[in-house]
């Protein structure tokens, strides 16, 4: 648990534009954290957001977006690990299966959009949605086997945006098709690969920078990022910011 209070967090990532009308409800959202190996180091994908973007302009981020609740009927070659389906059912909101499945294809889904990687396994795949074509084009179906749930953050109230975020990962090899030009969104100005040290001083919002740090905790213990591990929850409860783990 940490000690900030609600004007602490108002200090924090001022690319954070503050509204002072009633509080906005979160909407779900998925990030996917997709990582490398270099040698000794852990590299991380993250891009540059357009400077006219009304959230988070300019910072670094992973790629990510807003859950469609549609994202639940798409068809996947295999489903989330039983354990992380288990943890993302906890905490505040208690999703169901379908819904725990189509956050965690939105994250699928988006960074395809943004970064042109398609994570899952080659085959056929078959699906009339449109934001799922490049899928059926390169021949990949999408798979949720891959992915971890490393992390849950809900934005603060009187932002100009709110969002209920799970952070996933994923590792590059986990990338069936990697398109040269990028996604079709174009919403991130610049791919790069940061190593996590690189990452964490990168022009990024303090939650990430948490996020990061625990994630490179959690791969000194298990390098391998096997399923079930401890989830850490951040979020704002009576103008205390708490840290808790799901």
């Known amino acids: 648990m940490n000690g900030m209070t609600k004007a602490d967090i108002d200090k924090l990532d001022k690319g954070l534009a503050v509204h002072s009308g009633r509080p906005l409800r979160p909407r779900d959202a998925a990030t996917l954290i997709l990582l490398d190996r270099k040698g000794k180091d852990v590299l991380v994908l993250m891009g540059r957001r ?77 699906t009339t949605k449109r934001d799922w074509q490049g899928f059926v ?19 603060p109230p009187n932002r100009v945006r709110r969002f209920d975020t799970r952070f996933f990962s994923a590792w590059r090899d986990d990338v069936a098709v990697e398109l040269p030009d990028g996604g079709p969104t174009n919403e991130l100005e610049e791919l790069v690969w940061l190593s996590l040290a690189e990452a964490r001083k990168a022009d990024i919002p303090d939650i990430t920078r948490m996020i990061l740090e625990e994630l490179e905790k959690r ?28």
Request: proline share 10%; hydrophobic share 45%; net charge positive.
């Open 50 to 126: 357009h400077a006219g973007h009304a959230f988070m302009p300019g910072k670094f981020v992973f790629p990510g977006g807003r859950t469609d609740p549609a994202d639940s009927r798409i068809p996947v070659a295999a489903p989330l690990h039983r354990e992380e389906e288990a943890r993302l059912a906890n905490g505040p909101g208690r999703p169901s299966a379908a819904r725990a499945r189509a956050i965690a294809l939105s994250a699928i889904r988006e960074t395809y959009e943004e970064a042109g990687l398609l994570i899952g396994r080659k085959g056929v795949f078959a």
């Open 219 to 246: 791969l000194a213990h298990d390098p391998l990022l096997r399923p079930g591990g401890p989830v850490p929850f951040f979020r704002l409860v009576r103008n205390r910011f708490l840290r808790e783990v799901l």
């Open 137 to 155: 084009e390169h021949g990949v179906a999408p798979s949720l086997d891959m992915l971890r749930f490393v992390a849950r953050a809900i934005t």
